[in-house]
């Protein structure tokens, strides 16, 4: 079992940045590969990002590419996403996500966190 706990969401207005960070536990998770995926009210939830358990370069959605940055600390057992130039179609909640493969097929996940952003 793979334990995610999930930080760092709030409030933010239009333009301004937010650090997400998901701590891991019960296993290590250099072995796993990890993502980030979003539930806007109403919608269905959403690839964000996610980074093999190499640490290659990550994959990210279109919506997210070049203001989003995805990174690993596989000795903090940890993810980070930094999030830039947020606009408020961002507002969602942001789910840690760990899997054996990048398909995220059964992954486990974190409770999440908030993100709002004000226009």
């Known amino acids: 079992q793979v334990q995610l706990v999930e930080s760092g969401g709030g409030l933010v207005q239009a333009g301004g940045s937010l650090r997400l960070s998901c701590k891991a536990s019960?296993?290590?998770?250099?072995?796993?590969?990890m993502g980030w995926f979003r539930q806007a009210p109403g919608k269905e939830r959403e690839f964000v990002a996610s980074?093999?358990?190499?640490?290659?370069?990550?994959n990210y959605a279109d919506s997210v590419k070049g203001r989003f940055t995805m990174s690993r600390d596989n000795f903090k057992n940890t993810v980070y996403m930094q999030m830039s130039s947020l606009k408020p179609d961002a507002t969602a909640v942001y789910y840690c996500?760990?899997?054996?493969?990048?398909?995220?097929?059964?992954?486990?996940w974190g409770q999440g966190t908030q993100v709002t952003v004000s226009s």
């Open positions: 996500s760990a899997d054996p493969s990048m398909g995220f097929q059964a992954p486990y």
């Open positions: 019960g296993r290590d998770i250099s072995v796993y590969a």
């Open positions: 980074i093999s358990w190499t640490g290659g370069s990550p």
